[in-house]
């Protein structure tokens, strides 16, 4: 859009967190040059008239024209989409001199639902949905209208690229999907292209927003439903917008400019916009939302796992960012290692989230450390608590069982063996199951609606925690329908892996299996609709837990499995008693000093 392709002057801009303001009063001024460059001596214009987007008057905002300095005449008119635009005109302007205009505006923006309707905007061909767009729109769906929404904002934020290399060009939807890289245009455009696949009436926005150091151009979409109309932005993934986002224009898509009108001939309009300036008056914050956060257990082995969960709450309504912080190391390092630092979160009235993470071996059975966990949402509201690892962890073993690959819309089955007594906990794609103690756990996920590789984690309460990397594929022609394996092994035994494998249609390839640094390959060649068993004979070389890894390939990866192997020596078996008697003594010496700092207080 060309009227917000231009440089800003920051006035007053201090680090406000955007995400939490809920009023904000501006000053808004911009101006520029028009000269009528003659290109014949008889050069003449009889008017001049420019027409500029403006703030925009809704339920979130107020404007005021302060002053306009320069033209012979303005007015607000109102354009083919219901925008309020200025017109700025200079009758019989000079040729071959410069006609300087400077607006100034009064904008207050606040925190509140937007109002009022329009009917729904023609498809443009930045907006228009092709098949693929289509595809994924209908697996996005969800049961209400928010949710949709939620999950349009989230799979644009997720899978587009922010790139400035494209500030200066305004791409189409389908190329967005096909390249999936842009600024808020290109977000813009690929959600409402989204939208409009599911008929949703969306549109899009231009304006001004503060993204936290300064104000910048900025583009988003409003949505408007059978009872509100609602804002969203995919490109900082915000739900709803907040008061720092200034409207200057609703039209269909990024296909916008501003532009002049003259009568006369024999010149050139040359066109010269100046700075935009924004000084903030007044603003006022507010958390939007309330964390509450819980370490499953606070008092941790070195070594060991554990998850701490949080409880977001807001009045209504919410999508944003939801992040982790560890304290740190003397390097400056985190202490605690999150599987997933930060995670995009949606939710009405509340929401529970889990964060997993592994603690470091303390080095020393006497070595404490106190580590507080900070979980903060985007608006800036925050939980701390803390974390306490002492000793060395003995964590029973977790044996996980789960498909290398799976195709769009069939589900995940994971098996986890468990030798200790703690629940365990799966997620898988945001998803989070748990099954009470038993000897062996079974896990259904349903696989997610796009291609790519997705992570899943298996925890348990006794401190174990194992994950996996699952391949979604549009489709395949073989798979690996079965594995038998050892979980456990002595250091140099031979053991035997036996892989089946179903193919569809007939096919040639190979299977690969991978035990610790040993790997054995096969090729195959097999009729459609039959199955065959390849065995592999792998010496067990490496003491510890090893990953075991299958994977089948035609021409390119069709599936796999993983599951988990123990080697253990007579070595081994002698350090880890040993271990496990220091640590029972560690524990004993640890209560035995809780005992006496309690009798001590008293």
């Not at 231009?6 to 809920?22: G, L, M, P």
């Not at 009872?227 to 039209?251: C, L, R, S």
């Not at 003995?394 to 589900?411: A, K, T």
């Not at 040993?578 to 309690?598: A, C, P, V």
Request: hydrophobic fraction near 35%.
């Amino acid at each position: 859009f060309l009227f917000l392709v231009i440089s800003i002057k920051y006035v007053d801009a201090e680090e406000i967190n955007s995400r939490a303001v809920t009023y904000m009063d501006l000053t808004i001024t911009r101006g520029g040059t028009i000269n009528l460059k003659p290109q014949t001596d008889n050069a003449f214009s009889n008017h001049i008239k420019v027409f500029l987007n403006m703030p925009q008057i809704n339920g979130m905002q107020a404007r005021k024209l302060i002053s306009v300095e320069g033209p012979d005449e303005h007015e607000i008119s109102v354009d083919e989409w219901g925008n309020d635009i200025l017109m700025i005109k200079w009758n019989k302007p000079p040729v071959g001199k410069d006609l300087s205009y400077e607006i100034s505006y009064n904008v207050r923006v606040g925190k509140s639902p937007l109002e009022g309707k329009r009917t729904k905007p023609p498809v443009s061909e930045y907006t228009q949905p092709d098949e693929e767009i289509m595809k994924i729109a209908y697996s996005l769906k969800r049961d209400s209208d928010i949710e949709t929404l939620f999950e349009i904002n989230r799979w644009v934020y997720e899978n587009v690229k922010y790139d400035l290399a494209y500030t200066q060009s305004t791409e189409t939807a389908s190329w967005v999907f096909e390249n999936r890289k842009g600024t808020c245009d290109e977000f813009s455009n690929l959600a409402i292209s989204l939208l409009n696949a599911l008929d949703y009436n969306a549109w899009y926005v231009a304006g001004w927003a503060y993204s936290g150091k300064g104000w910048e151009p900025h583009a988003w979409v409003k949505v408007y439903l059978d009872d509100k109309v609602v804002g969203m932005d995919p490109t900082w993934i915000e739900y709803p917008i907040d008061a720092t986002h200034v409207e200057f224009t609703t039209i269909p898509d990024s296909n916008n400019t501003e532009y002049v009108q003259s009568e006369g001939s024999g010149y050139r309009i040359v066109w010269t916009k100046s700075d935009v300036e924004i000084e903030i008056n007044d603003y006022r914050t507010e958390n939007i939302t309330k964390i509450t956060a819980n370490a499953l257990n606070d008092n941790i082995k070195g070594g060991s796992a554990g998850l701490i969960t949080a409880l977001v709450e807001a009045d209504g309504c919410y999508q944003g960012m939801l992040t982790a912080g560890s304290c740190t190391k003397e390097d400056g390092t985190p202490l605690l290692d999150f599987i997933e630092r930060d995670k995009s979160v949606s939710f009405c009235e509340s929401g529970n989230f889990i964060f997993f993470f592994r603690s470091p071996q303390t080095g020393s059975m006497f070595t404490r450390y106190s580590c507080p966990v900070i979980i903060s949402t985007s608006d800036g509201s925050k939980d701390t608590t803390i974390i306490r690892i002492e000793g060395t962890a003995r964590n029973p073993d977790l044996y996980v069982s789960s498909p290398g690959s799976v195709i769009i819309g069939n589900n995940i089955e994971v098996s986890v063996r468990n030798t200790g007594s703690g629940k365990i906990h799966a997620e898988f794609n945001g998803e989070v199951k748990v099954e009470d103690a038993s000897e062996e756990s079974f896990f259904s996920f349903k696989s997610p609606s796009m291609p790519g590789e997705y992570s899943l984690i298996i925890f348990s309460e006794d401190g174990t925690l194992e994950t996996r990397r699952i391949t979604v594929l549009e489709n395949r022609i073989l798979k690996v329908s079965k594995v038998e394996a050892p979980e456990r092994a002595g250091l140099g035994e031979n053991i035997t892996i036996n892989v089946t494998i179903m193919a569809d249609s007939t096919s040639n390839g190979y299977l690969e299996v991978v035990s610790g640094s040993r790997k054995d390959k096969q090729e195959f060649s097999i009729l459609g609709g039959s199955r065959r068993v390849f065995s592999f004979h792998l010496s067990a070389d490496e003491a510890g837990k090893n990953s075991i890894s299958v994977k089948a390939f035609t021409d390119t990866y069709q599936d796999g499995w993983t599951g988990t192997l123990r080697v253990e020596s007579r070595e081994q078996k002698i350090a880890d008693g040993t271990k496990d008697i220091l640590s029972m003594i560690l524990d004993l010496f640890i209560q035995l000093g809780e005992m006496i700092e309690r009798l001590l207080g008293l």
